[in-house]
């Protein structure tokens, strides 16, 4: 016997989830509903089957192949035009023309006992035999009426309440002998409850209702698909659930990763390769499916998750369903009866209001309150390009595909037959990455000088020097192990500008990527002597005079530091004690409370070893942090100012790059020494851009990143290392001493939360209050919008690139007047964004 499966539905009532993929393959307990009903075949014996086809078909066909994975032989008919109940397995007449056949529902989820359903329509001699389910809400299904032999008496499809004549509906699983199909139109859309069941009725044709005592759920409705999973995980339908009972209720599969730590309270199903960290609490009637992760402190109930999603720490999802590919990010709230498509972003602590739809490729933006569904705009689109590059959660955000299409968009923007220099921290995730970046580098006909591990001022240093038409480095973000930053360069070794940015994404977007033919596949080649050309250009460039008996500390932090370290000191006269000078590739990056331990410890070693300094390199010798001979650590901003205050008394004259965030302690220092400050803004490239001109000696960004302008215009903490040892060498001051003498700076930060659709709106009040303001204010709009007031007290509205808030900096010359005016300023952006 076979059997017809009707697979072709759209599901249009179950959008967005069936907005890209069809009902059928839609998941029941991390299975596709239509493999639970060609599972409730075969129990039936029942292994050869047509299953027809209307929608989205290829998936469907792709997923199931010939049936073999499953023990069946499967055969597909496929409709141009959607043709009906009846006019779809019409369209498959000529492989049923045997015998009497099976039609059921690919869609529908059921156990009903198809062999005694089988065995009643041969006693009875029917022609057709209707599966029956008596349920308490017929309105949304044909009612059928029977006798009491259970012979059809009269339909009726779809009543209104005023209609309903009975509880009594058509299941859409039939026993048809072959002769049926002489009564369907080929070609033509025909149903068989509204066309060909009613006209056979009357013709007086044996039509007979079984009605089942098994389960059957149509599961049409966002309502009935959570219920069909919790009646799933309760055992009120008998399926094939995975994985093994690890207590009561709780289905985890083999391959799942759950710690003892956390919460699980069933009936819940875990899928194949699932995580679950401890403290996440999962409560009864969630479904997670195969590789999904859930953080600590991540709570769902009754939530539907389906392949492949991250769920934040912190995370809630309570009676919702989160298509494949989605990631939920740390804070974020769904609430009943929400649904999320497939390959969204859920960004930081935004909400998700009962009922809300979300249709496939959105994101939320943080912090976002969304009570309204979201279907054409991409609400709060981020920008491909943060404050560190392209960042994100690794093999979550920044998966292997990302970085393909990154590069391969990358690449698009080059000529054929360019250099790029590629490199890498000591992590795994990095080196992983990386390879799939050179590949599709080489793919697109882009040359790739590979420096493997490296620091990032060497691969600055190589992009520049090696006429590369740019370059791309990968690094693990700092303090998020996680976490990992693409820095993509053009031919200087800077970051790339708004304006490079902007093209690249809207190639990215598009996906207009350029391959290349296969005689101009590019290569990938291992330059030699890396650091050894470094370390001597870095030596011919900088003066190094008087430092011979030096004594200093250096902390390379596990990370590409060492590599270069060690050669570059080899070739000077000082004393050196180096701690962590090793890659780490279990660590690349520390925790705040890790960098605060071994800063620490960096403190110690200098007081007690009567050293010059100390300094501590982060995890790719980008940036520095400094210690003074007294062991105290000199903090990001005051150590601007020192190095500045260094520099500017031994050269006196020039220019100095600074951000209009820094305090304007600098341009005391500047005048002093005779030197003059130019101010940047706060872009990626701006310093760098800046470094570059005329007359400069000196640029940082108050972060712990300086630029050595005569050797390049890059940050570089090996160079702003070896600068320091000169400096301090001869000058007749210690580090405490020159802090000592700088002006304390009174500058404070604020950060105001601000939608993303109200920036504009506030940055207007802000004109308008200087505007309206009798006080003779003046406007800075190098970057944002500084307000300097007559006294020279200022403050500075910016918003984030990136984030939806609005920051504000603040300085005056006492902490009560900087105070005082950061929440003046604060109170108007407050309230222009509300």
């Keep these: 016997m076979k059997a017809v499966v009707m697979a072709g539905g759209e599901g249009t009532r179950l959008r967005p989830m069936t907005a890209n993929q069809p009902k059928p393959l839609l998941p029941v307990a991390n299975r596709p509903i239509m493999e639970h009903v060609l599972r409730l075949l075969k129990r039936h014996g029942v292994t050869e089957t047509v299953v027809t086809l209307q929608f989205l078909a290829a998936l469907v066909r792709n997923y199931f192949g010939d049936g073999d994975e499953l023990g069946m032989s499967l055969q597909y008919a496929t409709e141009d035009i959607p043709l009906g109940t009846a006019g779809s397995v019409k369209n498959a007449a000529d492989r049923l023309r045997d015998d009497r056949f099976l039609v059921i529902s690919g869609d529908a989820l059921t156990d009903i006992d198809l062999s005694d359903m089988v065995r009643f329509h041969r006693e009875n001699g029917a022609l057709i035999t209707i599966g029956l389910k008596r349920v308490p809400n017929p309105l949304e299904f044909g009612i059928v009426i029977i006798d009491e032999a259970g012979r059809v008496q009269r339909f009726l499809e779809k009543p209104t309440w005023g209609q309903v004549f009975s509880d009594t509906v058509n299941t859409g699983v039939y026993v048809m002998e072959p002769e049926v199909l002489d009564h369907v139109a080929a070609g033509e859309p025909v149903d068989w409850s509204a066309d060909v069941f009613p006209r056979l009725l ?22 009935s698909y959570l219920k ?6 309760s055992g009120k339908v ?26 699980l309270k069933g009936p819940l199903l875990i899928g194949d390769y699932a995580k679950i960290e401890a403290g996440a609490e999962l409560r009864e009637y969630t479904v997670l499916g195969n590789n999904v992760v859930v953080r600590e402190g991540a709570f769902l109930h009754r939530a539907v998750v389906h392949d492949n999603v991250y769920v934040g720490p912190g995370a809630h999802l309570r009676g919702c369903v989160v298509g494949k590919s989605t990631d939920v990010m740390a804070g974020a709230r769904i609430e009943e009866d929400a649904v999320i498509g497939d390959d969204c972003v859920i960004e930081p602590e935004a909400y998700i209001s009962s009922g809300v739809k979300v249709y496939p490729f959105k ?24 404050p560190r590059g392209v960042s994100g959660l690794v093999n979550v955000e920044i998966t292997p595909e990302l970085c393909v299409r990154l590069a391969s968009a990358y690449a698009t923007t080059l000529r054929k037959g360019a250099y790029v220099v590629t490199s890498r921290d000591s992590s795994l995730a990095a080196r992983a990455l990386k390879r799939a970046v ?29 006429a590369a038409a740019g370059g791309i480095a990968l690094r693990t973000t700092a303090g998020d192990p996680q976490s990992v930053d693409i820095v993509i360069m053009d031919d200087r070794g800077a970051d790339l500008s708004a304006a490079a940015q902007r093209k690249l994404e809207r190639v990215f977007s598009r996906q207009e990527f350029r391959r290349a033919f296969p005689g101009e596949i590019a290569e990938l080649t291992y330059p030699a002597r890396v650091v050894e050309d470094y370390t001597h250009e870095l030596m011919r460039r900088i003066d190094m005079s008087g430092i011979a008996g030096m ?21 000077v006269g000082v004393e050196v004690l180096t701690v962590n000078a090793r890659l780490d590739d279990a660590s690349p990056t520390e925790t705040l409370a890790e960098r605060r331990r071994d800063l620490q410890r960096l403190s110690e070693l200098v007081s007690s070893s009567r050293a010059a300094f100390g300094v501590r390199f982060d995890p790719v010798g980008e940036r520095i942090a400094l210690v003074d001979e007294m062991g105290q650590l000199i903090g990001e901003e005051r150590a601007l100012l020192v190095v500045l205050d260094l520099v500017a008394a031994e050269r006196r004259g020039g220019q100095v790059a600074l951000p209009v965030t820094t305090t304007r302690v600098a341009e005391q220092v500047c005048r002093f020494h005779g030197v003059q400050a130019q101010w940047t803004s706060t872009a990626l490239d701006a310093l760098t851009s800046a470094a570059a001109g005329e007359d400069m000696i000196f640029a940082a960004d108050g972060r712990g990143g300086f630029v050595v302008p005569e050797f390049s215009p890059a940050i570089d903490g090996l160079a702003a290392f070896m600068r320091l040892l000169g400096l301090v060498a001869r000058t007749r001051l210690s580090l405490s001493q020159i802090d000592a ?25 802000v004109i308008e209050a200087v505007e309206a303001s009798a006080e003779g204010q003046r406007i800075d709009t190098t970057d944002g919008v500084r307000v300097v007031g007559e006294d020279g007290t200022w403050v500075l509205i910016l918003p984030a690139a990136t984030e939806p808030v609005t920051d504000l900096w603040a300085e005056a010359h006492d902490m009560d007047t900087a105070q005082a005016l950061i929440e003046r300023w604060a109170r108007i952006v407050e309230a222009a964004a509300s």
């Excluded at 050179?438 to 620091?455: G, Q, R």
């Excluded at 604020?750 to 009040?765: F, L, N």
């Design 741 to 765: 003498r700088i002006p304390e700076a009174r500058l404070l930060k604020r950060s105001v939360p601000t939608r993303w659709a109200a920036k504009g709106a506030v940055m207007r009040s």
């Design 238 to 263: 008998r399926l094939d659930v995975g994985g093994f009972e690890l207590s009561p209720g709780v289905w985890v599969a083999e391959s799942a990763s759950v710690d003892p730590d956390a919460v």
């Design 438 to 466: 050179i590949s599709a580098l080489t793919a697109s006909a882009i040359n790739v000088l590979d420096l493997e591990a490296a620091p990032l001022p060497v691969a600055r240093f190589h992009t520049a020097r090696d």
């Design 551 to 571: 004594k200093v500390v250096v902390d390379c932090a596990g990370g590409t530091s060492s590599l270069v370290l060690p050669t570059l000191l080899g070739r």
């Design 363 to 386: 994101t939320i933006e943080a912090g976002a309150v969304v009570n309204t569904s979201v279907i054409w705009e991409s609400r709060g689109q981020r920008s491909l390009f943060g």
């Design 202 to 223: 009357e013709s007086g044709a044996p039509i007979f209702g079984y009605v089942a005592d098994g389960y059957w759920e149509d599961v049409g409705t966002h309502e």
């Design 228 to 233: 069909a999973q919790a009646d799933a995980l």
